[in-house]
């Protein structure tokens, strides 16, 4: 098992920026790749970004590619997205995933998810 805990999420005026991080536990010699998703009230979850544990695979949606990225730190067992820009539209729970085989961008791919942080971009 796989255990993952969200940190940094809060209110955040627009185009300001916020820093995520998601601490992995547990098995993490099992993981090969961990992504952000996130889901607003009434909508579904969507893709964010992945990255590939051991290397530097990155995917982002269109909608953040450019104000987001994400990163990884080996050492601590732990992925960033580094959000930049933000707008009243990127307001939602950000979750963080990972996944046993593959560097999916969908919900789909992913073993494991954490119990999300909320992100407020006021306009």
């Known amino acids: 098992q796989v255990q993952l805990v969200e940190s940094g999420g809060g209110l955040v005026q627009a185009g300001g920026s916020l820093r995520l991080s998601c601490a992995a536990s547990?098995?993490?010699?099992?993981?090969?790749?961990m992504g952000w998703f996130r889901q607003a009230p009434g909508k579904e979850r969507e893709f964010v970004a992945t990255?590939?544990?051991?290397?530097?695979?990155?995917y982002y949606a269109g909608s953040v590619k450019g104000r987001f990225t994400i990163s990884r730190d080996n050492a601590k067992n732990t992925v960033y997205l580094q959000m930049n820009s933000l707008k009243p539209e990127d307001t939602a729970a950000y979750f963080c995933?990972?996944?046993?085989?593959?560097?999916?961008?969908?919900?789909?791919?992913?073993?494991?998810w954490g119990q999300g942080t909320q992100v407020t971009v006021s306009s």
């Open positions: 995933a990972a996944s046993n085989q593959g560097v999916p961008t969908t919900g789909r791919g992913y073993d494991y």
């Open positions: 547990g098995r993490t010699f099992s993981i090969y790749a």
């Open positions: 990255i590939k544990w051991n290397g530097r695979n990155t």
